[in-house]
């Protein structure tokens, strides 16, 4: 048995990670509407109980997960901590008394409740001492209408606004001038101000070392001169190499000791890592960590097709290079000195890198039959696509806690 799933960011007015929207169904080809919201959130709930763990995909964060009317008959929710999920009642869900009893109880058991794809009506009043957050579908809502929204819980102050399918960073301030909270959606993936960032001297020489690493042929000499002209990069990668994962025997003293060591791919890691976190350490966590998810599903896709697992990985990783840097991909792509095909991925959307690319953007959209006719036409095993996401998802939640600690 397989699971197929998606996760999308919710984050705060800061630009922080608040929660993740859970977005499962049983398999690519299985999707709506040959799998009823009942069946979609009994496979997720088994799964959570018996094939992975809520951990692996939320990290210390909730998780949104959508219930029907049904679902909450049986008492589903209460299968999983509270701590760890805001129940999500579906937009399908008419408001009337049986609803109503199930919001009272989970909300005397101590659950977060959200309205999905909140439909103004006044019945919903009867709902607003439950309910928590209130989700607004940004593209089919207008903004009178908000403005009713809001006079219609102000006398309810703990409830939020969370924008869903928020695109733009337009989009996002004017939700923030109207009070939201929470917003869902892909803006803080765009550029958000177009104009010209320079890179700092240390980025400069971390991108050197990259495009020295991207040769097909690499030399260790250029590379070590290259480290020692900055000790601040020496240290890191010398403590990185004698970190315990390594399991070396002996302790590593030399800058040419360390880069042998480690080996090429390796390395190469440890530089799209080093790089992507300087250029994002003003930006919010969670593209980091987009960053290296996309970083290490597309080494998983490069690896499943037998293709090079390096330069899929360090596309993955400089894939969000164009929101960390706050300008269009193309002018970013030609600061970088990086491989032809990797800037023919990102800039031109050609090549197989630029299939792993668009095959992550619609695991990241739960667009699953897309995906599904993608994986057919790049001929890829169809069951092993998921373990790559999910190995993906968890490597970059445990690569998050690593950084935070140092």
Known sequence: MYFYAARQPILNRNKELFAYELLFRDSLENVFPGIDGDEATSKMIEG??????????LGDKPGFINFTLETLQKKYPAMMPKEQIV????????PGKRLLA???????????????????????????????IIKIDWLTTDIDTIHEVKTAIADFPHIKLLAEKVETN????????????????????????????????????????LYETSKSEIDLTAITTIFERDISLSYKLLRYSNSPVFKRRAE???????????????????????????????????????????????????????????????????????????????????KLPLSKDIKEALVDKQGMLADYLR????????????????IERLQLAVD?????????????NEQ???????
């Open 102 to 132: 199930e919001c009272q109880e989970l909300k005397k058991n101590g659950y977060l409740l959200a309205l999905d794809d909140y439909e103004h009506k006044s019945v919903w009043r009867h709902f607003y001492p439950f309910i928590d």
């Open 359 to 374: 095959l992550m953007e619609l695991y990241e959209q739960a667009q699953w039959p897309e995906a599904s006719a993608l």
């Open 252 to 334: 590593i003293a030399t800058i040419k000791q360390a880069l042998v060591v480690l080996g090429h791919a390796e390395l190469k890691k440890f530089l799209s890592l080093l790089f992507t976190a300087q250029i994002s350490s003003d930006k919010p966590a969670e593209l980091m960590r987009l960053s290296m998810t996309r970083a290490k599903f597309a080494e998983g896709l490069a690896e499943l097709h037998g293709s090079d697992c390096s330069k899929a990985y360090l596309t993955g990783m400089m894939s969000l290079m164009d929101a960390l840097l706050d300008e269009p991909i193309e002018s970013v792509m030609e």
């Open 48 to 57: 959570s109980q018996f094939s992975f763990s809520l951990d692996d995909f």
């Open 87 to 94: 129940v999500e009642i579906l937009e399908t869900i008419q």
């Open 400 to 406: 998050m806690k690593v950084m935070g600690d140092n």
């Open 170 to 209: 337009e989009q996002y301030l004017t939700a923030m001038e109207l009070g939201f909270e929470y917003f869902q959606g892909f803006f803080f993936s765009k550029p958000e101000m177009m104009q010209t960032k320079a890179l700092s001297p240390a980025q400069m020489t971390l991108a050197e070392l």
């Open 384 to 396: 092993k696509v998921p373990d790559a996401y999910h190995e993906a998802v968890h490597w970059a």
